[in-house]
């Protein structure tokens, strides 16, 4: 059976999907151009160093996997990303713009291309689910309560969380909180997402539905997103599964294999504040670095 | 960091926070209904403690001050003595203490709790500024609403007083009232106005810089609600002395 959901996902298949061939590269030339770049950023907060001459770009349409272990700069990244810490040194570029020397104001207008999924969800606790995925279109001056209603049941729809829609954060559980976070962030179709571990504490099930929430993006919304993590598990989902639409219209997820490669996500690591790993999975998996494959199979090798 | 430095950065980012508060006033994206209904959690949800403080502060008053007024044989006067007492000082003072202890921990609080669960990051990140969005609705309402719990707090003490004169010291309602009336010049009601607009200024931006300041999860927010409190009653006390001084210099309030 075709949900609207899935109709919506193929609406948004003729919009997004793009062959990204040379010559639609010469036809649209922004789409040569990184989502998000980092050209030698350090940061330090007194005398402790997070960010240590950190260098890496975002391709449209790419998944970078963040990992690394806790207080190595993961989530720092994003929240420069984001504007709400500046380096001490170095250039961020956001969609080829330099966004480094902007003020509050001059960043509101480069986050609107940005969701953000936080790691607890962060809903606001007074505001109902409903109110939550709106708060964009509000604070964006959209007042047409019809429009609003509309876009709000198409997030939540995309995130499978319909029913939820009058209730209260605190009616919901941890998975739901990080699914509704989802929606938020993906009101206005951002171009690029930000996920600062959205799985953390959850069981593997529903770690997996953000995981795929993620795929889906991807692969049929053409979304660039980071996804900061140190849960293997994600790495698993993330860099072995594709999402895509079969003959009924509905979403499944496939793994690589014979058919088809994933070279739109790639692995970045992090330790001390500095990239010590950027390549695939299956290059991480194979790299000799005992720090590497310490993280990687929570022990010594 | 040494206390002075310390005390000089605090001071320098309320000052900056209030500057932002004040800047933002002429940029436009302003949330009206958010005013409103701060001002009603802060001024109507404030009005029973302030006026249940002022009732038994003028009462207490004449309990203690008629006895000696009488000594002296001026305790006709008793209405002047109270009324000039909670309209200058007692009423101003008392009220922002009491609105520092409910609202400046709430706001504090509530602020707090938003940093440590991101949700200011979320909001900024959502394109709101939570200085103009948090911040400034809150410190509109409070320098809109302590001025007039005062007022409120300044009549139900008169009443109060008057209460306590007549039915404890079988003193006539209307000798009661005539002293108050000759007693209260409007130099002491505008300088009993004029500092509850300061002291709103101190308890938000105090409680406001403290929440939105807030680190170490949880335990921090208890820290900054203590301090909110702790720190915006003593600079209500320290500033009133310093209003009170120019008050007096410019209405000639309180010289004989």
């Known amino acids: ?294 993280f990687i199979h929570g022990h010594k090798p | 960091m040494n206390p002075f430095a310390k005390f000089v950065d605090e001071l320098q980012e309320v000052s900056l926070l209030l500057w932002g508060v004040v800047s933002g006033l002429f940029r436009p994206h302003r949330y009206p209904g958010e005013i409103i209904r701060q001002m009603d959690l802060i001024g109507v949800g404030s009005l029973p403690i302030v006026l249940l403080t002022g009732f038994f502060t003028g009462g207490v008053l004449v309990l203690q001050t008629f006895p000696t007024l009488q000594y002296y044989g001026i305790h006709n006067e008793s209405g002047r003595s109270v009324a000039t007492s909670l309209v200058r000082e007692l009423g101003p003072v008392l009220t922002a203490l009491m609105v520092s202890g409910r609202i400046g921990s709430a706001i504090s609080a509530e602020l707090g709790s938003m940093v440590v669960s991101q949700q200011i990051d979320a909001m900024r990140a959502l394109g709101s500024d939570p200085l103009k969005k948090l911040v400034t609705p809150r410190l509109i309402a409070l320098v809109i609403m302590l001025p007039l719990l005062t007022v409120a707090a300044d009549v139900f003490g008169i009443i109060g007083g008057g209460t306590v004169a007549s039915y404890i010291f079988d003193q006539d309602v209307n000798v009661f009232l005539t002293s108050v009336r000759h007693g209260v010049t409007t130099e002491d009601v505008l300088g009993g106005i004029i500092k509850p607009v300061f002291f709103g200024l101190i308890i938000g931006g105090i409680a406001c810089h403290k929440g939105l300041s807030t680190t170490g999860g949880t335990v921090g927010v208890g820290r900054s609600t203590i301090n909110a409190v702790v720190l915006s009653s003593i600079w209500v006390i320290i500033f009133d002395f310093f209003l009170a001084k120019a008050i007096q210099s410019v209405f000639g309030v309180g010289v004989i």
């Open chain 1, 1 to 294: 059976m075709v949900s609207s959901a899935d109709i919506d996902i193929l609406d948004n298949l003729e919009e997004h999907l793009e062959p990204t061939d040379l010559e639609d590269a010469v036809d649209r030339p922004e789409r040569t151009l990184s989502a998000i770049e980092f050209r030698d950023v350090h940061l330090a907060f007194d005398d402790k160093v997070v960010l240590d001459g950190v260098s890496f770009t975002v391709r449209r349409g790419e998944t970078k996997l963040i990992l690394g272990r806790s207080g190595g700069g993961k989530s720092t990244t994003i929240r420069l990303i984001l504007g709400l810490l500046k380096p001490d040194s170095g250039r961020i570029l956001i969609d080829g713009e330099d966004i480094t020397d902007y003020t509050e104001e001059e960043m509101m207008d480069v986050r609107r291309k940005i969701g953000m999924v936080f790691q607890e969800g962060a809903l606001f606790d007074s505001l109902s689910v409903y109110e939550n995925v709106a708060y964009r279109l509000r604070e964006q001056g959209v007042i047409d309560e019809e429009e609003v209603e509309q876009e709000v049941r198409r997030m939540l729809r995309f995130v499978d969380l319909e029913e939820a829609i009058d209730k209260m954060p605190d009616e919901l559980s941890g998975g739901m909180r990080r699914r509704v976070g989802i929606a938020r962030a993906l009101v206005g179709d951002p171009e690029i997402v930000l996920f600062d571990e959205p799985t953390a504490g959850l069981d593997p099930p529903t770690a997996r539905t953000i995981c795929q929430l993620a795929i889906k993006l991807r692969d049929l919304q053409d979304v660039s997103s980071i996804f900061v993590t140190h849960e293997m598990n994600n790495l698993k989902f993330l860099s072995s599964e594709y999402a895509t639409v079969d003959r009924d219209g509905q979403v499944i997820y496939e793994k690589e294999g014979e058919k088809l490669c994933l070279i739109n996500t790639e692995v970045l690591m992090f330790r001390d504040g500095k990239i010590i790993f950027s390549g695939s999975d299956e290059r991480l998996r194979a790299s000799d670095d005992e720090y590497i494959q310490t």
